[in-house]
């Protein structure tokens, strides 16, 4: 029981990008899903901020912290793709 904050981060932070990125990849677009998913990663966030205070052992915890500064790169990195791409039509 000593991991459980960041076990819960690790797990619902893993199942809000998966829903996030179902619904990328899926020709059925619904944004009450994806804000399900956003609102689950959220929590994810959240165990993963409290197991940090907490000072828990492992490097679980670290993947909810970590994925929530790489993710909005990887966004602005899509949109500046997209931007070239689209300037040089």
């Known amino acids: 029981m000593k991991k ?7 797990c619902l932070s893993m199942l809000g990008i ?10 059925t677009y619904s944004s009450n899903i994806l804000y399900v998913g956003v609102v689950i990663y959220l929590a994810g966030f959240t165990c993963g901020v409290i197991a ?3 000072n828990e052992k492992g490097l679980m ?3 909810s912290l ?7 790169l990887l966004i602005m990195l899509g949109m500046l793709l997209f931007a070239i791409n689209f300037g040089e039509n």
């Open 52 to 54: 940090f205070g907490k």
């Open 4 to 10: 459980r904050f960041s076990l819960y981060s690790l």
């Open 18 to 27: 998966f829903i996030g990125l179902g619904q990328y990849f899926t020709s």
């Open 61 to 63: 915890k670290y993947f």
């Open 66 to 72: 970590a994925s929530f500064v790489v993710i909005p």
